[in-house]
């Protein structure tokens, strides 16, 4: 006999409905002041850097059609990559509520490394493996970028940018430890002074040309590509880096809500940065430059400019930091799918359940980006390096967006194939672009990218080897009932939770247990912890129980891959088990597998086994990963050939 304990789920009245949907709305204002922190600051510190890479790049003379031409292509990578693809199509690919590449994935199905989904699960990975190489880069460009605009004024304070940067970086990742919950109320705000300056500045710069104008007219930046011949490669990949933070629209969607974004970006951000690349025009058309001084420090009246300097240095601190928090957000994302082993991830606050550090990845992170700032010297140096990385993402997840059209919203043909060729074509001119900067830096953050993308998969199949090799030793359940009936396992007084994958058949833990100890509690509770490809789970289907003999519990508790989870909570919020199984003293034991590979049948070359080796003996002890008791947790060491 058997008994099962789950918690009915409330239902919610049309009333409390139209309730909570008036509240959302009522709240969306501050919730796209929010955003403005969150999610713009790659794309809004962006006018420090582009129109002037674009230009360098080129070694072009700025006549009135290339600073038009140029405007043109600017206004409409906008356009089209952020405001239509992200903000209207890749934004409504939500996976309950959540955003980002991994969750598109899961969402399209491609979450298991299987045949007929292992093209879509490269996709997904490797485009999420590619964001730690924009995370590297990212801080330093724009850090950099903020600190040059003091050379317009003087080249007196040249030689102390790069050791103020330094300075800047170390400590914003230093800081990560302490959590941003205080000042990120902030950020908000201080971001929406940056784009009202940026936009008034932009402004002023039309009002003396109105002429830019113009560039609405998408034929001026067509007419300027193909008027630039083989200069046009290196044109778009400047051009690109005025989108190059797309792609926090869809990862930041889970904390702030779809609406509040689309509010902030066409309210707010897409009207400042048009604003911001009109006046930079301007000055180009007005001046007949050749882009030798940044010309959007050129927008400031000379008694404006150190304060803009110190506003562009904040607003870049804003963007590094929503790009480094963006990163241990799709670590726990990563390590909840099981692609990657089990990083310690400390929640930083009690009430925002995104602020979360993961020193691992902070620390790695940060020895990279100042490397590569110190390496590189300057933003324009470093523009070389930056837009391959986020252009393969954004290719990559024009691929899975085909994928949800097609199969998940089961759109007609003739609606997902423009579609996906408008976003196709765009994407591809953009890599293809951005592939020539390969030499010049370009290939730093792809081959981080390759590497983390290749753990993954090692990861992931390594853990499966594990899981088949330990199933293995299991036994039928009948046959262990036998024996514990039979009296040959002596029990001793308590309560004892295995920790296990194993649903079906006796745990190989619990008979390590009996052959360790030679005997085992009064009361077994077999606990299997099991991640969904859902971002969260429902209270009333987080865990469930059932009897499976006197004294042997079987327990499964879910999360999803946002969740950190918290076994005792489970268990102590779990109806009616508290009645059956007093749990105040139980003992909570795990297996820490000490893995080597299999002379004779081997699983994985021998580099991947000892990489996977390497990382299982690494990862996070069980008493972190699950908030377990140290002083009531006991690990059996397990040593397993894969």
């Known amino acids: 006999m058997s008994t099962a304990s789950v918690i009915p789920q409330p239902t919610a009245s049309p009333r409390h409905a139209k309730d909570a949907v008036d509240g959302a709305k009522k709240a969306a204002p501050l919730a796209a002041l929010t955003a403005l922190g969150i999610v713009y600051g790659d794309l809004g510190t962006s006018p420090l850097y582009t129109l002037q890479t674009v230009i360098q790049a080129t070694g072009s003379h700025v006549s009135a059609s290339v600073a038009l031409g140029l405007l043109s292509l600017l206004f409409w990578t906008l356009i089209i990559t952020v405001s239509i693809k992200y903000c209207v199509f890749v934004m409504r690919a939500d996976n309950h509520g959540e955003g980002g590449i991994l969750a598109l994935m899961s969402l399209v199905g491609a979450n298991d490394w299987r045949r007929g989904t292992y093209v879509f699960a490269a996709m997904g990975l490797l485009g999420a493996a590619l964001i730690y190489g924009d995370g590297v880069i990212t801080p330093a460009i724009s850090v950099l970028s903020a600190l040059e605009g003091v050379n317009v004024a003087t080249s007196a304070l040249k030689p102390y940018i790069l050791p103020i940067a330094v300075v800047i970086l170390v400590t914003l990742f230093a800081a990560q430890r302490l959590g941003t919950e205080k000042i990120g109320g902030a950020f908000g705000p201080i971001m929406l002074v940056w784009f009202v300056v940026i936009g008034v500045l932009g402004l002023g710069g039309i009002l003396r040309h109105p002429a830019v104008l113009a560039a609405v007219n998408p034929l001026y930046g067509l007419s300027y590509l193909v008027h630039s011949g083989a200069k046009s490669v290196l044109i778009l990949g400047g051009v690109f880096l005025c989108a190059t933070g797309g792609e926090a629209l869809y990862a930041d969607m ?297 004294g042997f519990w079987r327990v499964n508790v879910k999360y999803g891959f946002v969740e950190i989870p918290n076994i005792t909570a489970a268990l102590k919020d779990l109806p009616g088990f508290g009645d059956d199984v007093d749990l105040s003293d139980a003992v909570f034991i795990g297996a820490r597998d000490l893995v080597s590979r299999d002379a004779e049948h081997p699983s994985m070359a021998a580099w991947r086994t000892n990489l996977f080796g390497f990382l299982f003996r690494n990862g996070m002890r069980i008493t972190d990963r699950f908030n377990l008791p140290p002083n009531r947790t006991l690990e059996i060491a397990r040593h397993i050939e894969i």
């Open 254 to 550: 889970g904390h702030i809500g779809r609406f509040p974004i689309r509010l902030a970006w066409y309210g707010i951000v897409l009207p400042a940065l048009v604003l911001s690349y009109a006046g930079q025009t301007a000055i180009l058309m007005d001046a007949n430059a050749t882009g030798a001084t940044n010309p959007f420090f050129q927008l400031a009246p000379a008694w404006a400019l150190y304060p803009l300097v110190a506003l562009a240095t904040v607003a870049t601190v804003i963007a590094s930091q929503a790009i480094i928090t963006g990163a241990f957000t799709m670590t726990r994302q990563a390590v909840q799918l099981g692609w990657l082993p089990q990083f310690d991830i400390r929640q930083t606050s009690d009430e925002m359940y995104g602020q979360i550090y993961v020193p691992a990845v902070n620390w790695f992170m940060a020895i990279i980006t100042v490397t590569i700032a110190l390496t590189f010297g300057s933003s324009d140096r470093l523009a070389g390096a930056y837009g391959t990385a986020v252009s393969t993402t954004m290719l990559l997840t024009t691929f899975l967006l085909y994928r949800a059209m097609h199969r998940v919203w089961k759109w007609p043909a003739w609606a997902v194939l423009p579609l996906t060729a408008l976003f196709l074509g765009v994407d591809t001119s953009f890599w293809i672009a951005n592939m020539s900067k390969l030499l010049d830096g370009g290939w730093i953050p792809l081959t981080l990218g390759a590497v983390i993308f290749f753990v993954m998969i090692t990861w992931r199949s390594g853990v499966r080897q594990l899981w088949a090799k330990t199933k293995a030793r299991g036994v039928p359940l009948a046959q262990f009932l036998k024996q514990l009936e039979d009296n040959a396992i002596p029990r001793t007084p308590g309560v004892a939770v295995f920790l296990t994958r194993e649903r079906e058949l006796v745990p190989p833990l619990i008979l390590d247990f009996v052959q360790t100890t030679g005997a085992l509690r009064e009361t077994v509770i077999a606990l299997s912890v099991q991640f969904e490809e859902a971002p969260r789970i429902q209270h009333a289907e987080r865990a469930a129980y059932s009897k499976v003999a006197e």
